[in-house]
């Protein structure tokens, strides 16, 4: 599914996101991350396999919701929910960090701490099925 190019424009804003996963019982796991894109997919860098690592390789099926910096007509703060289907690769974690570090926290950034930089670490990357939410990339309104 091509991403919106409002969703897009999002995201170089720095938007904190919140990743939902599966536990294995079934029942949501929510943490907040930082999200890039690539191509079609957005992406997320671990320097462990913390529980959402764990929680994706064994159920793919994902939520990710990022708070727009806009209010619409209505008053309502926008924000888009992307539904979708992840997977974890191994390695890239730092680079990833790094690029989403200057972002998030600022131009001049160096993240992760240098005595990390070895770990391989994973990355999540999430291919959309679905937006919703409120705002632009929903033109249904929200869900």
Known sequence: M?????????????PLAHLTTLN????????????????E??????????????????DGRVALSLLGDKTNAKGLREYV????TARVTE????????????????????YPPAAMRNIPGYITRITPTHF?????????GAE
């Open 24 to 39: 294995s019982d079934g029942g949501p796991q929510v943490t907040v991350v930082w999200v890039g894109i690539e191509n």
């Open 91 to 110: 390695g890239g974690a730092v680079d990833l960090l790094q690029r989403l570090a200057r972002i998030y926290l600022g131009p001049n950034a160096d």
């Open 41 to 58: 997919e957005f992406v997320i860098g671990h320097m462990a396999a913390h529980k959402k690592v764990r929680n994706v390789r064994r």
């Open 132 to 140: 919703a939410g409120v705002g632009p990339w929903n033109a249904q």
């Open 81 to 84: 929910v992307i539904y979708g």
């Open 2 to 14: 091509k991403t919106p190019q409002s969703v897009r424009e999002l995201l170089p804003k720095a």
